[in-house]
């Protein structure tokens, strides 16, 4: 089936970021950084054209890493004795890894300064947003922090098994989401129905165990309610 194909590639286009989370400790930093800029920026209350601009240098800085990963492997799959060309190659891959990073970081100034002079002036006041604004930057966060403890642990694909389990994590940020943003008990209850189906399935099909599913589902709803709680 179209879909099935669809999330099997999506599921190997994530294992490919697993992999470099796992083995390149920089894209590991990148991650981090990402997730705190995000944090950061809800915090300081950016405009959204803002938020859109930084929400874009970190893609493009963990693009750069991942394709200076893939750069790497290639390299070394042609040529696995020490060649002068190779490492040229390589220097020139971690370069724009470089050159991105320190594009990012001015712009990441340019776009923030402003907000962190305000703060030191006149005291911190926690920005409020939208729900869906919420919504999004939760599974984000939730998606990145599955990424990381997956590469930590070593074991499974975003997608298929490994702790926690992703799939139950994303169900149940949605299903927080959804409970605050339509403020409807009966919505509420059926988007947690399908949350735990969602996650049951997981047990079902063997992919994950009861355990990695319950932690996933506490992960998923811990981290969307703290945002809620703060920003909200």
Not at 58 to 79: F, G, K, P, Q, Y
Not at 151 to 172: D, E, M
């Amino acid at each position: 089936m179209p879909l099935r194909r669809w999330l099997e590639s999506a599921n190997y286009a994530i294992e490919g970021v697993l992999h470099a989370a796992k083995n390149e400790r920089h894209l590991r930093y990148h991650l981090y950084a990402a997730g705190g800029v995000l944090i950061l920026s809800f915090l300081l209350g950016v405009s959204r054209m803002e938020f859109v601009i930084i929400s874009t240098v970190a893609v493009v800085v963990i693009c750069a890493e991942l394709l200076n990963t893939a750069v790497e492997h290639v390299v070394d799959l042609i040529s696995p004795q020490k060649n002068q060309l190779a490492k040229y190659a390589k220097d020139i891959a971690a370069g724009a890894v470089l050159v991105t990073a320190l594009g990012a970081a001015v712009i990441g100034y340019i776009v923030l300064s402003p907000h962190i002079m305000r703060t030191f002036q006149h005291g911190l006041t926690i920005a409020k947003h939208t729900g869906e604004d919420i919504a999004v930057v939760a599974l984000v966060i939730v998606l990145i922090i599955v990424v990381i403890t997956k590469s930590h642990f070593g074991k499974g694909t975003p997608l298929r098994g490994g702790f926690p389990s992703g799939h139950s994590a994303l169900a149940f940020s949605i299903w927080v989401s959804t409970t605050y943003i339509s403020q409807n008990y009966i919505v509420s209850i059926l988007t947690f129905i399908a949350a735990v189906v969602i996650a049951q399935s997981r047990v079902t099909v063997r992919a994950h165990s009861p355990w990695e599913v319950l932690l996933g589902g506490v992960l998923g709803a811990t981290v969307t309610f703290l945002l809620f709680v703060i920003f909200y």
